[in-house]
């Protein structure tokens, strides 16, 4: 028999005997089984759960209930959007464009009514009256250029009535000059003669043109007697300074 065998069955044997002590140890004689003495105490200590952390409530409201920016019954409040820093500047609204017939113009034969009346005082006087007809201002620059019947020339202007500003006529106002027909006694006119017929016509800014279509203001049936020594006034802007030269 090998010495590993004497061996394995020496450790079997001693094995037995241990138990069997044991066995005999634990009974009594009349076969009860005695307590080995009060069991151990042991002392579990229960696994702890973390607590949990409370759930955050949701902001979002459930479906169907109002929202907490807005109480039951009342609708939120309209907030005002804020232009962009960069938005482009309305401009300001354009005045519409001024009629071409508004602006200031010349007075002349198209725009005025002229009309020319004999006067008492002074005698041997006409009084010119220029109306202007049209829908805007119109300026009477310098004085009448007055041609009477047939002359071939305008008769001279009074420097000294040169009024200190143009003339200017609203829509329907009127501008005057006078015209010395002729001499009061007799002896300084020449060529003195009755004539029947007027034309007036007008001059631009410079004073030395004539601009646009004259008038022709009817004389009386019996015409009007002028000579050598005709002149006339500058336009002026009321009626007395025309009849005082």
Not at 113 to 118: L, V, W
Not at 138 to 162: M, T
Not at 221 to 240: I, P, R
Request: net charge neutral; aromatic share 4%.
């Amino acid at each position: 028999m090998s010495v590993r065998t004497s061996r394995t069955r020496l450790i079997t044997a001693a094995a037995g005997v241990a138990i069997a002590a044991l066995s005999m140890t634990a009974c009594n004689g009349d076969g009860d089984v005695k307590s080995a003495g009060p069991a151990p105490t042991v002392t579990v200590t229960p696994f702890t759960t973390p607590p949990t952390a409370p759930a955050t409530p949701s902001t979002s409201a459930a479906p169907g209930a109002p929202s907490a920016a807005a109480p039951t019954g009342k609708a939120p409040a309209a907030t005002a959007s804020k232009p962009a820093a960069n938005a482009p500047v309305s401009s300001a609204p354009k005045a519409p464009a001024v009629p071409a017939a508004a602006n200031p113009s010349t007075c002349e034969g198209s725009n005025t009514k002229t009309t020319a009346a004999p006067l008492n005082r002074p005698v041997n006087h006409m009084l010119l009256t220029v109306t202007n007809t049209g829908s805007g201002i119109c300026y009477l620059y310098g004085y009448p250029a007055v041609r009477f019947g047939e002359a071939q020339s305008v008769p001279p202007v009074i420097d000294d009535s040169k009024p200190q500003a143009v003339v200017t006529l609203k829509p329907g106002e009127s501008g005057y000059a006078s015209v010395n027909l002729s001499s009061t006694d007799g002896t300084d006119g020449a060529n003195g003669r009755t004539v029947t017929s007027l034309e007036v016509y007008f001059h631009g800014p410079s004073g030395n043109e004539s601009v646009g279509a004259g008038a022709h203001p009817p004389l009386p049936a019996k015409g009007a007697y002028v000579d050598d020594s005709l002149k006339v006034t500058y336009w002026q802007q009321s009626m007395d300074d025309a009849v005082s030269w």
